[in-house]
C-alpha cells in the first residue's frame, strides 16, 4: 500500500527536514503542497511531487482531495492547532511539527480531535530518533539507571538566533528558545523519565540580548525590533513524585557550556549524559565508574531500515504506524505534557511565582 502525503508549510522546516527525509520512505507520495505563498509550494512540487502532485495557497482546498491520506503540518506555532483539527476531520492522519501548539488548550482540542475522528496523530519530536536518544531510553526501560529523580533538558545556544521566517515574532510563534528547542529538550527528558504528571513549574525568561545591533550571530545580525520573544529561559518542574527537571534554553546566552537537545538523567542506580557524547556513570563494587557508549554501529528499535538520519527514521516510523494501525512513537498526550510545562514556565515567568498544573 502506498500512502499519498499533504504538506502544508513548504517554507524551512519542510525543505530542510519533512520533505527530504518523506522522499527517502518508498511507503509513500508526496501529491499535495500548500503555502501562502504560492511559489514555495510550486517549487515543492518539481522537488519532491510525483507527477500529479498539485500545488495550493490555501490549506483547506488541499484539504478537499480525498485521496490525500497523510498531512504534515509545518507552519508557525499559531496556525498548527487549526490545521492540524481541519486536516483529521478531512479524515488525514497528521503529524504537527513541534510543538504541539500554541496553547495546552489548543492542544488538547487537537487530542479530542483525533479521538473524535479517530485519525492518528503525532508531533515532531525527531530527536527521539537519535541514536544515543534510542540507546537510553532503552537503558532506562530496562531500569539501568534506577528510579531517576533528577532530569536536566538542555537546549542552550550560545549566539544562534534564528533571523528567518517567524521565529521572533510572539504572535505567531507563542514564545521563542524556550518554546522553539527547550520543546526538544523537555520532550526527550520526560521521555527518558517516563514521568508525565508534573505538579508545579517555576520559570524565568529573559530578554538582555535582543537589543544589540549588529550582533554576532550564526546566521547573521537579528533586527532587534522584530526580536519580540525572550532570549533565553530557565526552569524547574517539581513532579507528583517528587522528581525535579530543571529546562535552560537560549538563543544568546554569554556562556560557552553549550549543548542542544539533549538531557542529563541521575537515578538510584546510575546516570546518564547526553553532553559531548553518550555517557553512563554509576558505582560498581565500591568504585566509580564512567561508560562512554559506541553508537556507531546501533540501530533504532523502533522498526527495521534504521538510518543514521533521526528525521527519516521518524518519517518511516511514523508511516509504519499508520499502515500498521498501531500507536506512533510520539504520542499526542505526552506532547501535551511537553505544552503545558512550557506554558506554565512562560505564565510563571510573568507572574513571578509557581505555576501549579493539574489542580
Known amino acids: 500500500m502506498t500512502l499519498k502525503v499533504g504538506i502544508i508549510g513548504c517554507g524551512g522546516i519542510a525543505n530542510g527536514k519533512h520533505m527530504p527525509a518523506l522522499k527517502q520512505v518508498k511507503e509513500i507520495e508526496m501529491v499535495a503542497f500548500c503555502d501562502s505563498i504560492i511559489d514555495r509550494a510550486e517549487q515543492a512540487v518539481k522537488e519532491y511531487g510525483n507527477e500529479s502532485a498539485k500545488s495550493y495557497e490555501d490549506y483547506r482546498e488541499l484539504l478537499k482531495d480525498n485521496s490525500v491520506d497523510v498531512i504534515h503540518v509545518c507552519t508557525p506555532n499559531s496556525s498548527h492547532a487549526e490545521i492540524s483539527i481541519a486536516a483529521m476531520e478531512a479524515g488525514k492522519h497528521v503529524m504537527c511539527e513541534k510543538p504541539m501548539a500554541k496553547t495546552s488548550e489548543e492542544a488538547r482540542q487537537m487530542i479530542a480531535a483525533s479521538e473524535r475522528t479517530g485519525m492518528k496523530l503525532t508531533i515532531g519530536y525527531q530527536n527521539r530518533f ?44 507563542g514564545g521563542g528558545p524556550l518554546i522553539d528547542i527547550g520543546t526538544h529538550a523537555l520532550d526527550l527528558t520526560l521521555w527518558m523519565m517516563d514521568n508525565y504528571k508534573p505538579k508545579y513549574v517555576v520559570g524565568n525568561t529573559y530578554r538582555k540580548l535582543a537589543d544589540t545591533e549588529n550582533a554576532a550571530n550564526a546566521w547573521g545580525p537579528w533586527d532587534p525590533k522584530k526580536f519580540t520573544v525572550e532570549d533565553s529561559a530557565f526552569g524547574f518542574v517539581t513532579m507528583e513524585n517528587g522528581a525535579t527537571i530543571y529546562l535552560e534554553a537560549s538563543w544568546a546566552l554569554n556562556t560557552t557550556d553549550v549543548s542542544e537537545a539533549v538531557t542529563t538523567l541521575s537515578g538510584t542506580k546510575a546516570g546518564a549524559t547526553m553532553k559531548n557524547g553518550l555517557v553512563i556513570n554509576g558505582e560498581d563494587r565500591g568504585l566509580l565508574y564512567e561508560k562512554k557508549i559506541d553508537l556507531e554501529a546501533a540501530g533504532v528499535a523502533f522498526f527495521e531500515g534504521a538510518s543514521q538520519d533521526p528525521a527519516v527514521n521518524e518519517a518511516r516510523s511514523w508511516i509504519n504506524a499508520i499502515l500498521t494501525d498501531t500507536e506512533p512513537v510520539v504520542k499526542p498526550a505526552q506532547a501535551l505534557v511537553v505544552t503545558e510545562i512550557l506554558e506554565a514556565m512562560y505564565e510563571s515567568s510573568k507572574l513571578g511565582e509557581p505555576v501549579f498544573l493539574n489542580k
Open 130 to 173: 537519535r541514536t544515543d536518544s534510542t540507546y537510553l531510553k532503552q537503558a532506562c526501560e530496562e531500569d539501568d539507571l534506577g528510579d531517576i529523580y533528577i532530569g536536566k533538558a538542555h537546549a542552550i545556544r550560545r549566539r544562534a538566533v534564528p533571523t528567518w521566517g517567524v521565529f521572533l515574532d510572539e504572535e505567531a510563534q
